[in-house]
């Protein structure tokens, strides 16, 4: 993959420090087409696969924007999920070493006096979940009118019935001349227009899931019934190059899975929207560290979260429709390595899943375990 552009002079120097640290040299595709244009305060609406640089496209220039000597929450980015929220928090703290920038989150499940507190140093920065930022709102702890620039990460997720109320509440209590930035690996026509009718002639940024990003990853699956979902679940876990995500579509199957694999004593962790903070970042942390090779999820945890090593990504459930597919498999196969698809399918769901990888130009290998590994089957 070449990239022609480097990061731009102006911006500042704390910027700069920690580019050259990071070992950074190419900005990505969505990162060079993005920055300039944000740069200039306009609204974006941007559409760029999952791991191709989304975050510091639209952070990188909110940072270079930021007065760190005006004590008020300057730009506010509001996520769909506790784990992107703190992934996106890690983000601004490690891009603004040296600046005096201070970023908070504002999540649900925290303590919410704590948050207030935190909110009375006056921070530039604020990462948070459409419920708790209206909560704070709501109760004036939170005062966005010198918002200069409001970002909707992984929009399709939040311009949704559920979150609605809360994104016109947001922007309703945000400076209306605010520069606005809505992106997500998916952007559906419908979501695109609705951002449109938020915004001042917003410039749309598409990039194409990048075929070398497909190309690194191997896409398989396995015919099994509903009840021999787990025990395969379990052989793939227990492969030797294993380190992976397993996705369900609900809290219900989540816990299904988990279940046998706690019976067979095999080391897991699980994360859904109904666990409490302390549990999901626990479950984050033994993930990350590989204490726990499988995290079973719904897909709150295809949202944003970035774990580059992974080399499974493991639909225990169809997903509902090529977007699904695209941001369960987008986990995989990160900066330039190489990663594993593997859905499991019921007999019925087979002629689903096909339609899906057509759709998606995508080529499925029928697959089946084969001396600890997986193997095609033979036509």
């Known amino acids: 993959m070449t990239h022609s552009a480097i990061l731009p002079e102006t911006m500042p120097a704390f910027i700069h420090d920690v580019w050259q640290s990071s070992g950074f040299t190419e900005l990505t595709p969505i990162q060079e087409k993005m920055i300039p244009s944000a740069m200039q305060q306009k609204d974006i609406i941007a559409e760029a696969p999952t791991g191709s640089g989304k975050t510091l496209a639209y952070l990188l220039p909110a940072l270079a924007d930021t007065d760190p000597q005006a004590k008020q929450p300057q730009v506010l980015i509001v996520v769909s999920s506790h784990e992107l929220a703190m992934q996106v928090h890690t983000e601004i703290q490690q891009w603004s070493k040296g600046s005096k920038i201070q970023s908070v989150p504002l999540i649900g499940g925290a303590n919410v006096k704590r948050q207030e507190e935190k909110l009375k140093k006056k921070p530039q920065f604020i990462v948070g979940t459409p419920g708790r930022l209206t909560e ?116 219900f199957d989540a816990d299904f899975f988990s279940e046998h694999l706690q019976y067979h004593k095999r080391p897991f962790a699980l994360l859904h929207g109904s666990a409490n903070k302390q549990a999901r970042e626990q479950a984050m942390k033994a ?27 493991i639909s225990l ?31 019925g769901e087979e002629e689903r899943l096909l339609q899906i990888a057509e759709q998606l130009n995508l080529t499925l290998r029928k697959s089946r375990f084969f001396h600890g590994g997986l193997a095609d089957v033979p036509e």
Do not use: W
């Open 136 to 251: 704070h709102i709501a109760s004036k702890k939170l005062k966005l009118h010198e918002l200069s620039q409001l970002v909707f990460d992984e929009a399709d997720q939040l311009f949704t019935k559920e979150h609605r109320g809360a994104v016109d509440s947001i922007i309703k209590a945000s400076k209306r001349d605010c520069q606005k930035i809505v992106c997500s690996a998916t952007v559906p026509e419908h979501i695109e227009e609705e951002a449109k009718n938020l915004m001042n002639t917003p410039e749309i940024i598409r990039i194409e899931l990048d075929r070398e990003l497909l190309e690194n990853m191997t896409h398989r699956y396995l015919i099994a019934d509903r009840r021999e979902k787990p025990k395969l679940l379990r052989k793939l876990a227990g492969m030797q190059d294993f380190y992976g995500i397993a996705f369900t579509n609900n809290a």
């Open 287 to 313: 993930f990350r560290s590989g204490a726990s090779p499988l995290l079973i999820s719904t897909d709150v945890a295809s949202r944003g979260i970035d774990v580059p090593e992974l080399t499974y990504v």
């Open 317 to 347: 459930d169809l997903p509902n429709d090529v977007y699904q597919y695209k941001h369960r498999s987008g986990r995989t196969a990160r900066a330039g390595k190489t990663g594993t698809v593997v859905s499991l399918v019921t007999p």
